[in-house]
T-cell receptor
Framework: AQSVAQPEDQVNVAEGNPLTVKCTYSVSGNPYLFWYVQYPNRGLQFLLKYITGDNLVKGSYGFEAEFNKSQTSFHLKKPSALVSDSALYFCAVRDMGYGQNFVFGPGTRLSVLP | NAGVTQTPKFQVLKTGQSMTLQCAQDMNHEYMSWYRQDPGMGLRLIHYSVGAGITDQGEVPNGYNVSRSTTEDFPLRLLSAAPSQTSVYFC?????????????FGSGTRLTVV
Protein backbone atom coordinates (compact mmCIF):
# COMPACT_ATOMS: atom_id res chain seq x y z
CA ALA A 1 0.00 0.00 0.00
CA GLN A 2 1.15 3.50 -0.72
CA SER A 3 1.80 5.95 2.07
CA VAL A 4 3.04 9.47 2.62
CA ALA A 5 4.68 10.88 5.71
CA GLN A 6 5.19 14.50 6.64
CA PRO A 7 7.33 14.34 9.77
CA GLU A 8 6.69 17.91 10.92
CA ASP A 9 3.28 19.10 12.07
CA GLN A 10 4.46 22.69 12.10
CA VAL A 11 7.29 24.61 10.47
CA ASN A 12 8.14 28.15 11.50
CA VAL A 13 10.42 30.34 9.42
CA ALA A 14 11.25 34.02 9.34
CA GLU A 15 10.24 36.04 6.32
CA GLY A 16 13.03 36.17 3.76
CA ASN A 17 14.63 32.94 4.96
CA PRO A 18 14.59 29.73 2.93
CA LEU A 19 11.94 27.18 3.84
CA THR A 20 11.72 23.42 3.55
CA VAL A 21 8.66 21.25 4.16
CA LYS A 22 9.57 17.58 4.30
CA CYS A 23 7.82 14.62 2.69
CA THR A 24 8.74 10.96 2.39
CA TYR A 25 6.79 8.33 0.54
CA SER A 26 6.38 4.62 0.10
CA VAL A 27 5.08 3.27 -3.21
CA SER A 28 5.36 0.23 -5.38
CA GLY A 29 6.54 1.21 -8.83
CA ASN A 30 7.24 4.69 -10.09
CA PRO A 31 5.96 7.48 -7.84
CA TYR A 32 3.64 10.23 -9.02
CA LEU A 33 4.14 12.93 -6.39
CA PHE A 34 2.29 16.15 -5.73
CA TRP A 35 2.25 19.12 -3.41
CA TYR A 36 -0.95 20.97 -2.59
CA VAL A 37 -1.50 24.07 -0.48
CA GLN A 38 -4.58 24.98 1.54
CA TYR A 39 -5.25 28.51 2.70
CA PRO A 40 -7.73 29.08 5.55
CA ASN A 41 -11.31 28.13 4.67
CA ARG A 42 -10.32 27.23 1.13
CA GLY A 43 -9.97 24.09 -0.93
CA LEU A 44 -6.64 22.57 -1.90
CA GLN A 45 -4.65 24.21 -4.67
CA PHE A 46 -2.12 22.42 -6.84
CA LEU A 47 1.49 23.60 -6.39
CA LEU A 48 3.65 21.20 -8.34
CA LYS A 49 4.12 17.61 -9.35
CA TYR A 50 6.80 15.07 -10.18
CA ILE A 51 5.92 12.51 -12.80
CA THR A 52 9.23 11.88 -14.51
CA GLY A 53 12.31 13.78 -15.67
CA ASP A 54 14.39 16.29 -13.73
CA ASN A 55 14.62 15.72 -10.01
CA LEU A 56 14.12 19.43 -9.30
CA VAL A 57 10.57 20.45 -10.08
CA LYS A 58 9.44 24.06 -10.21
CA GLY A 59 5.90 25.06 -9.41
CA SER A 60 3.58 27.92 -8.55
CA TYR A 61 4.39 30.93 -6.33
CA GLY A 62 8.16 30.33 -6.48
CA PHE A 63 8.02 26.90 -4.87
CA GLU A 64 10.13 23.98 -5.99
CA ALA A 65 10.56 20.40 -4.86
CA GLU A 66 13.42 17.97 -5.02
CA PHE A 67 12.73 14.34 -5.82
CA ASN A 68 15.24 11.93 -4.27
CA LYS A 69 14.61 8.34 -5.24
CA SER A 70 17.24 6.80 -2.98
CA GLN A 71 15.84 8.59 0.08
CA THR A 72 12.21 8.28 -1.11
CA SER A 73 11.74 11.96 -0.40
CA PHE A 74 10.04 14.86 -2.12
CA HIS A 75 10.77 17.94 -0.03
CA LEU A 76 9.13 21.27 -0.83
CA LYS A 77 11.39 24.31 -0.87
CA LYS A 78 11.37 28.03 -1.45
CA PRO A 79 14.47 30.25 -1.41
CA SER A 80 12.82 33.22 0.32
CA ALA A 81 9.65 32.82 2.37
CA LEU A 82 6.80 35.32 2.38
CA VAL A 83 4.25 35.91 5.12
CA SER A 84 1.60 35.08 2.53
CA ASP A 85 3.08 31.56 2.22
CA SER A 86 1.62 30.73 5.63
CA ALA A 87 -0.79 27.86 5.00
CA LEU A 88 -1.29 24.11 5.33
CA TYR A 89 0.78 22.03 2.91
CA PHE A 90 -0.03 18.51 1.80
CA CYS A 91 2.22 16.03 0.07
CA ALA A 92 0.43 13.34 -1.92
CA VAL A 93 1.15 10.31 -4.05
CA ARG A 94 -1.13 9.20 -6.82
CA ASP A 95 -2.01 5.58 -7.33
CA MET A 96 -1.83 5.12 -11.10
CA GLY A 97 -3.81 1.90 -10.96
CA TYR A 98 -7.59 1.57 -10.91
CA GLY A 99 -9.26 4.71 -9.61
CA GLN A 100 -6.03 6.72 -9.69
CA ASN A 101 -6.73 7.99 -6.22
CA PHE A 102 -4.45 10.12 -4.12
CA VAL A 103 -2.98 9.24 -0.76
CA PHE A 104 -2.30 12.38 1.24
CA GLY A 105 0.11 13.02 4.03
CA PRO A 106 -1.22 14.49 7.29
CA GLY A 107 -0.21 18.01 6.34
CA THR A 108 2.36 20.50 7.63
CA ARG A 109 1.35 23.92 8.83
CA LEU A 110 3.82 26.56 7.68
CA SER A 111 4.00 29.82 9.57
CA VAL A 112 6.14 32.59 8.13
CA LEU A 113 6.89 35.19 10.76
CA PRO A 114 7.38 38.83 9.79
CA ASN B 1 -15.43 27.68 -16.33
CA ALA B 2 -16.68 26.99 -12.79
CA GLY B 3 -14.46 23.96 -12.07
CA VAL B 4 -15.76 21.92 -9.14
CA THR B 5 -18.78 23.32 -7.29
CA GLN B 6 -19.82 22.08 -3.87
CA THR B 7 -22.98 22.97 -2.00
CA PRO B 8 -23.72 23.82 0.73
CA LYS B 9 -20.62 25.49 2.17
CA PHE B 10 -21.78 25.05 5.76
CA GLN B 11 -24.29 22.70 7.37
CA VAL B 12 -25.36 21.81 10.89
CA LEU B 13 -27.21 18.53 11.36
CA LYS B 14 -28.74 16.80 14.32
CA THR B 15 -27.71 13.25 15.06
CA GLY B 16 -29.77 10.85 12.97
CA GLN B 17 -30.67 13.31 10.25
CA SER B 18 -29.81 12.61 6.63
CA MET B 19 -28.57 14.96 3.96
CA THR B 20 -26.89 15.13 0.58
CA LEU B 21 -23.74 17.06 -0.21
CA GLN B 22 -23.75 18.15 -3.82
CA CYS B 23 -20.77 18.16 -6.16
CA ALA B 24 -20.73 19.17 -9.81
CA GLN B 25 -17.89 19.65 -12.28
CA ASP B 26 -18.00 21.15 -15.76
CA MET B 27 -14.65 19.90 -17.08
CA ASN B 28 -15.87 16.54 -18.39
CA HIS B 29 -13.53 14.77 -15.96
CA GLU B 30 -13.82 11.02 -15.73
CA TYR B 31 -12.67 10.69 -12.12
CA MET B 32 -14.50 12.15 -9.15
CA SER B 33 -13.83 11.60 -5.46
CA TRP B 34 -15.00 12.59 -2.00
CA TYR B 35 -12.54 13.18 0.81
CA ARG B 36 -12.97 14.20 4.40
CA GLN B 37 -10.43 16.35 6.18
CA ASP B 38 -9.85 16.01 9.89
CA PRO B 39 -7.12 17.75 11.91
CA GLY B 40 -3.85 15.83 11.92
CA MET B 41 -5.18 13.16 9.59
CA GLY B 42 -4.87 14.78 6.22
CA LEU B 43 -7.51 13.89 3.66
CA ARG B 44 -9.08 10.46 3.66
CA LEU B 45 -10.90 8.99 0.71
CA ILE B 46 -14.59 8.18 1.25
CA HIS B 47 -15.85 7.10 -2.17
CA TYR B 48 -14.73 7.56 -5.73
CA SER B 49 -15.94 7.09 -9.29
CA VAL B 50 -14.03 6.38 -12.48
CA GLY B 51 -16.99 7.24 -14.71
CA ALA B 52 -20.76 7.54 -14.92
CA GLY B 53 -22.48 4.52 -13.42
CA ILE B 54 -19.37 3.30 -11.56
CA THR B 55 -18.61 3.93 -7.91
CA ASP B 56 -16.22 2.34 -5.41
CA GLN B 57 -15.44 2.58 -1.73
CA GLY B 58 -12.41 4.36 -0.41
CA GLU B 59 -10.72 4.23 2.96
CA VAL B 60 -13.62 5.44 5.15
CA PRO B 61 -16.93 4.64 3.38
CA ASN B 62 -19.11 3.66 6.35
CA GLY B 63 -22.13 5.90 6.81
CA TYR B 64 -21.93 7.37 3.32
CA ASN B 65 -23.48 6.55 -0.04
CA VAL B 66 -22.72 7.90 -3.49
CA SER B 67 -24.07 7.63 -7.01
CA ARG B 68 -22.82 8.80 -10.39
CA SER B 69 -25.70 8.99 -12.83
CA THR B 70 -24.00 11.64 -14.99
CA THR B 71 -20.39 12.60 -15.69
CA GLU B 72 -20.96 16.00 -14.10
CA ASP B 73 -22.52 15.14 -10.73
CA PHE B 74 -21.31 13.09 -7.78
CA PRO B 75 -23.50 13.60 -4.68
CA LEU B 76 -22.53 12.27 -1.26
CA ARG B 77 -25.32 11.09 1.02
CA LEU B 78 -25.13 10.84 4.78
CA LEU B 79 -27.69 8.24 5.75
CA SER B 80 -27.96 8.88 9.50
CA ALA B 81 -25.60 11.60 10.68
CA ALA B 82 -23.34 10.93 13.66
CA PRO B 83 -21.05 13.32 15.57
CA SER B 84 -18.06 11.38 14.18
CA GLN B 85 -19.01 12.69 10.74
CA THR B 86 -18.28 16.26 11.79
CA SER B 87 -15.61 17.21 9.29
CA VAL B 88 -14.78 19.24 6.22
CA TYR B 89 -15.71 17.44 3.02
CA PHE B 90 -14.00 17.98 -0.29
CA CYS B 91 -15.05 16.84 -3.71
CA UNK B 92 -12.37 16.53 -6.38
CA UNK B 93 -12.19 15.62 -10.04
CA UNK B 94 -9.49 14.76 -12.52
CA UNK B 95 -8.97 13.55 -16.04
CA UNK B 96 -6.55 10.90 -17.16
CA UNK B 97 -6.16 12.63 -20.49
CA UNK B 98 -4.95 15.92 -18.99
CA UNK B 99 -1.16 15.89 -18.55
CA UNK B 100 -1.46 17.51 -15.13
CA UNK B 101 -2.51 14.20 -13.57
CA UNK B 102 -3.73 16.30 -10.66
CA UNK B 103 -6.99 16.95 -8.89
CA UNK B 104 -9.22 19.99 -9.07
CA PHE B 105 -10.82 20.49 -5.67
CA GLY B 106 -14.06 22.11 -4.68
CA SER B 107 -14.05 24.72 -1.93
CA GLY B 108 -15.40 22.29 0.66
CA THR B 109 -18.43 21.74 2.89
CA ARG B 110 -18.00 22.24 6.61
CA LEU B 111 -20.39 19.85 8.37
CA THR B 112 -21.17 19.85 12.06
CA VAL B 113 -23.27 17.08 13.59
CA VAL B 114 -24.69 17.86 17.03
Amino acid sequence: AQSVAQPEDQVNVAEGNPLTVKCTYSVSGNPYLFWYVQYPNRGLQFLLKYITGDNLVKGSYGFEAEFNKSQTSFHLKKPSALVSDSALYFCAVRDMGYGQNFVFGPGTRLSVLP
Amino acid sequence: NAGVTQTPKFQVLKTGQSMTLQCAQDMNHEYMSWYRQDPGMGLRLIHYSVGAGITDQGEVPNGYNVSRSTTEDFPLRLLSAAPSQTSVYFCASSSWTVPNYGYTFGSGTRLTVV
